[in-house]
């Protein structure tokens, strides 16, 4: 089985694309159902952002796992297979290990380094453990992308190289405000970025459409930032009772914060002075003709960042004098253009180390079955030939019986230490797979067997990596 990605994001399809294939809850876990049904593969995984949607997937055949991975993609995300076509991209085997690594280092996001995605890679795999999808190339591939990813933040400046979409989009705000060019952000400029928007955002009233975890990192970067007041409205009310709560916790940092239902949404925007939104909904949260209403008197501009895919606020607020909309699409367009930090070059270099010593684990891991099923045989054919032994020497003391069988054992062990121990280290190469090919053959192991010891081994790695990070 190989590993097989097939997806779009920001950097293959326009903004209107993905917007139309962006995937629900429901609609990601049909899609894993339907992966697994279908014959090529054995595993998948679902890895849906605001600006990506990517298929992983064990399969047996490329050609045949690329076309049943990319009509699945077409028909669960309602996008026609021939319009999507265009926009798809595919990695195989090493090229999808490197993918999935740049992406969780933050490396191929809309804006460089942003660590939102480490979370988002975290709920596509324990998606895809909780339906059982996840076997064990995809349990280590996620898992160690997390490592990954915790590691290129941890060791570099990656996050200077660029801020989380609120931030960044905060920034785009300030920007268009005061005809300054703004930037993705640079070492050397972070604080005035970050000072430049706390003098914005001070004494304001804000409005947050949303409870989800973009839209409580809305919440509590604008709190930072001194607004006067934060307004939370969501579909839920208890989630939203819940972000009030953390907002205005003892020690926190004071804001003054209140939840309202989403039929108060036209009111409160008449009162705000930002709005953030970012929500799950398939249609527009706020329309043209709501937005103009709430602009009507004003002597600033409404302030409206919109995070969500598919968006949330009508398109038609970039056409209107009152209002100021930096979306997903006018952040794709910024970001195209910022400067790249030099702690880019270091996390690529870490990618590839990592890519290298994943691949190596798993050539080695998977002539583990093999090594198993060839001791397993041995220990039958000591067993064997110690039960044969018995029977021409019945008059043996327990204490005798023990030392021969342990003398046969410690040959057999000497024989075949020295020769799996290298067949391992030749299969962790590059081109090693077919070591497992010549032991089964030189050997004449039954396949069944093996097999079986791969299932095994698969069901306890299952077990054990259920809910690590």
Same mark, same amino acid.
């Given at each position: 089985?190989?590993?097989?990605?097939?997806?779009?994001?920001?950097?293959?399809?326009?903004?209107?694309?993905?917007?139309?294939?962006?995937?629900?809850?429901?609609?990601?876990?049909?899609?894993?159902?339907?992966?697994?049904?279908?014959?090529?593969?054995?595993?998948?995984?679902?890895?849906?952002?605001?600006?990506?949607?990517?298929?992983?997937?064990?399969?047996?055949?490329?050609?045949?796992?690329?076309?049943?991975?990319?009509?699945?993609?077409?028909?669960?995300?309602?996008?026609?297979?021939?319009?999507?076509?265009?926009?798809?991209?595919?990695?195989?085997?090493?090229?999808?290990?490197?993918?999935?690594?740049?992406?969780?280092?933050?490396?191929?996001?809309?804006?460089?380094?942003?660590?939102?995605?480490?979370?988002?890679?975290?709920?596509?795999?324990?998606?895809?453990?909780?339906?059982?999808?996840?076997?064990?190339?995809?349990?280590?591939?996620?898992?160690?992308?997390?490592?990954?990813?915790?590691?290129?933040?941890?060791?570099?400046?990656?996050?200077?190289?660029?801020?989380?979409?609120?931030?960044?989009?905060?920034?785009?705000?300030?920007?268009?405000?005061?005809?300054?060019?703004?930037?993705?952000?640079?070492?050397?400029?972070?604080?005035?970025?970050?000072?430049?928007?706390?003098?914005?955002?001070?004494?304001?009233?804000?409005?947050?459409?949303?409870?989800?975890?973009?839209?409580?990192?809305?919440?509590?970067?604008?709190?930072?930032?001194?607004?006067?007041?934060?307004?939370?409205?969501?579909?839920?009310?208890?989630?939203?009772?819940?972000?009030?709560?953390?907002?205005?916790?003892?020690?926190? *940092?004071? =804001? &003054?914060? %209140? #939840?309202?239902?989403?039929?108060? /949404?036209?009111? $409160?925007?008449? !009162?705000?002075?930002?709005?953030?939104?970012?929500?799950?909904?398939?249609?527009?949260?706020?329309?043209?003709?709501?937005?103009?209403?709430?602009?009507?008197?004003?002597?600033?501009?409404?302030?409206?960042?919109?995070?969500?895919?598919?968006?949330?606020?009508?398109?038609?607020?970039?056409?209107?004098?009152?209002?100021?909309?930096?979306?997903?699409?006018?952040?794709?367009?910024?970001?195209?253009?910022?400067?790249?930090?030099?702690?880019?070059?270091?996390?690529?270099?870490?990618?590839?180390?990592?890519?290298?010593?994943?691949?190596?684990?798993?050539?080695?891991?998977?002539?583990?079955? *093999?090594? =198993? &099923?060839? %001791? #397993?045989?041995?220990?039958?054919? /000591?067993?064997? $030939?110690?039960? !044969?032994?018995?029977?021409?020497?019945?008059?043996?003391?327990?204490?005798?019986?023990?030392?021969?069988?342990?003398?046969?054992?410690?040959?057999?062990?000497?024989?075949?230490?020295?020769?799996?121990?290298?067949?391992?280290?030749?299969?962790?190469?590059?081109?090693?797979?077919?070591?497992?090919?010549?032991?089964?053959?030189?050997?004449?192991?039954?396949?069944?067997?093996?097999?079986?010891?791969?299932?095994?081994?698969?069901?306890?790695?299952?077990?054990?990596?259920?809910?690590?990070?």
């Amino acid at each position: 089985m190989s590993l097989l990605v097939v997806g779009l994001s920001h950097r293959s399809a326009p903004v209107s694309v993905l917007e139309r294939a962006s995937l629900s809850a429901d609609a990601r876990a049909k899609l894993l159902h339907d992966t697994l049904a279908a014959e090529p593969a054995a595993e998948g995984a679902v890895l849906a952002t605001c600006n990506r949607i990517e298929l992983y997937a064990d399969v047996d055949k490329f050609h045949a796992g690329v076309a049943e991975l990319s009509t699945l993609l077409a028909q669960h995300s309602g996008v026609g297979l021939e319009e999507l076509t265009p926009y798809l991209y595919v990695h195989y085997e090493d090229r999808a290990v490197h993918h999935l690594f740049s992406v969780a280092c933050g490396l191929d996001s809309m804006v460089v380094g942003e660590g939102q995605i480490l979370g988002q890679i975290k709920d596509a795999l324990a998606v895809g453990q909780d339906l059982h999808t996840a076997g064990r190339l995809l349990n280590d591939l996620f898992q160690q992308a997390l490592r990954v990813g915790k590691r290129a933040h941890s060791e570099t400046g990656i996050d200077r190289a660029g801020q989380s979409l609120v931030t960044f989009g905060l920034q785009r705000l300030v920007a268009g405000t005061d005809g300054t060019a703004g930037t993705a952000g640079t070492a050397g400029t972070d604080t005035a970025h970050t000072t430049a928007v706390n003098a914005w955002a001070r004494g304001k009233r804000a409005l947050v459409i949303g409870a989800g975890s973009m839209s409580s990192l809305a919440a509590a970067t604008l709190a930072r930032a001194g607004v006067a007041e934060i307004v939370i409205a969501n579909r839920t009310a208890a989630r939203a009772d819940r972000l009030v709560e953390i907002l205005t916790e003892p020690g926190g *940092t004071g =804001v &003054a914060a %209140r #939840a309202v239902e989403m039929v108060a /949404v036209g009111d $409160e925007l008449t !009162r705000a002075d930002i709005v953030v939104s970012c929500t799950g909904a398939t249609g527009l949260v706020l329309t043209g003709d709501e937005i103009e209403a709430a602009t009507q008197g004003r002597t600033e501009p409404l302030h409206l960042l919109d995070l969500a895919m598919p968006r949330d606020i009508d398109a038609a607020a970039h056409r209107m004098p009152g209002a100021r909309l930096v979306d997903i699409e006018s952040l794709a367009e910024a970001s195209a253009d910022a400067p790249m930090a030099a702690d880019v070059d270091q996390v690529r270099t870490i990618v590839s180390d990592e890519v290298a010593a994943f691949g190596a684990a798993q050539r080695a891991a998977h002539i583990t079955p *093999t090594v =198993v &099923a060839l %001791r #397993a045989m041995a220990a039958d054919v /000591v067993a064997g $030939e110690v039960a !044969r032994l018995e029977g021409r020497l019945p008059d043996l003391d327990d204490k005798q019986r023990a030392e021969i069988t342990q003398t046969v054992r410690r040959v057999v062990d000497k024989l075949l230490h020295a020769p799996t121990v290298r067949v391992k280290q030749l299969a962790s190469e590059p081109g090693g797979a077919g070591y497992a090919d010549a032991l089964r053959t030189l050997f004449d192991l039954d396949p069944e067997t093996v097999a079986s010891v791969s299932r095994a081994d698969l069901n306890d790695g299952d077990v054990k990596n259920r809910g690590r990070v």
